[in-house]
Structure formats: structure tokens, C-alpha cells
């Protein structure tokens, strides 16, 4: 778990799959996207890679308003289905929940 500040507020997100090698800067990138689709209620965001000065993946982020709970923490999840440098494929997978809710 991770809290994370960001756009003024705080989000806690929880990674539940990251089975392929993504750099620590590269989950921090995608942790921004899915607070931002969090905020603006996106339920799907294409990557290009070169968006960020990070980014080295490029893919589709989306979700299906599923909920879940893991220990104490309960929100959205969001999964992301990324192409690597090299054309390696890998999924990422987080639930996100703002700090300070019903749940937490």
C-alpha cells in the first residue's frame, strides 16, 4: 500500500499485479494516470510511450467500476494491459480509494 498526494489530495492504492519487469518510475507514472482517471471518472485511457519524460511503455488503463477489498482497504481497481520496449507484453493491476474515506 501506498499513499500517494496528488492534485490535493491524498489516495491510498494498493498494487495487486505487476507480473512483468516495470521500473519503479514507470508504476509511479501509471499511479498518477489511474488517480487522474479516479478524479475526472475515466473508465479508459490510452498510453503512448513518450507521454512522460518516464514513460518506456505504452498501452490502455481501464476499468469496469469494479470494487474490490483487500484486507482493510476497499475501491476501485484499475488494469492496465502494457507493451515494452521490445514489444514485451505485461498487465498491471491497483485498487485505488481516497485517503480518509468510509473505508479507510
Same mark, same amino acid.
Do not use: C, W
Given at each position: 500500500? #501506498?499513499? !500517494?498526494?496528488?492534485?490535493?489530495?491524498?489516495f491510498?492504492? +494498493?498494487?495487486?499485479m505487476?507480473?512483468?519487469p %516495470?521500473?519503479?518510475?514507470a508504476?509511479?507514472?501509471?499511479? #498518477?494516470? !489511474?488517480?487522474?482517471?479516479?478524479?475526472?471518472?475515466?473508465? +479508459?485511457?490510452?498510453?503512448?510511450?513518450g507521454? %512522460?519524460?518516464?514513460d518506456?511503455?505504452?498501452?490502455?488503463?481501464?476499468?469496469?467500476q469494479?470494487?474490490?477489498?483487500?484486507?482493510?482497504?476497499?475501491?476501485?481497481?484499475?488494469?492496465?494491459?502494457l507493451?515494452?520496449p521490445?514489444?514485451?507484453?505485461?498487465?498491471?493491476?491497483?485498487?485505488?480509494?481516497?485517503?480518509?474515506?468510509?473505508?479507510?
Amino acid at each position: 500500500m #501506498f499513499n !500517494v498526494s496528488y492534485r490535493g489530495k491524498t489516495f491510498q492504492r +494498493v498494487i495487486l499485479m505487476i507480473p512483468g519487469p %516495470l521500473t519503479m518510475e514507470a508504476r509511479d507514472d501509471l499511479a #498518477f494516470r !489511474v488517480i487522474d482517471m479516479y478524479i475526472d471518472k475515466v473508465d +479508459v485511457m490510452d498510453v503512448d510511450s513518450g507521454d %512522460l519524460p518516464d514513460d518506456d511503455f505504452e498501452g490502455r488503463i481501464t476499468t469496469n467500476q469494479k470494487h474490490y477489498t483487500v484486507g482493510a482497504f476497499s475501491g476501485m481497481v484499475y488494469e492496465a494491459e502494457l507493451r515494452l520496449p521490445g514489444g514485451q507484453k505485461t498487465r498491471f493491476s491497483t485498487l485505488v480509494t481516497e485517503r480518509g474515506g468510509a473505508n479507510n
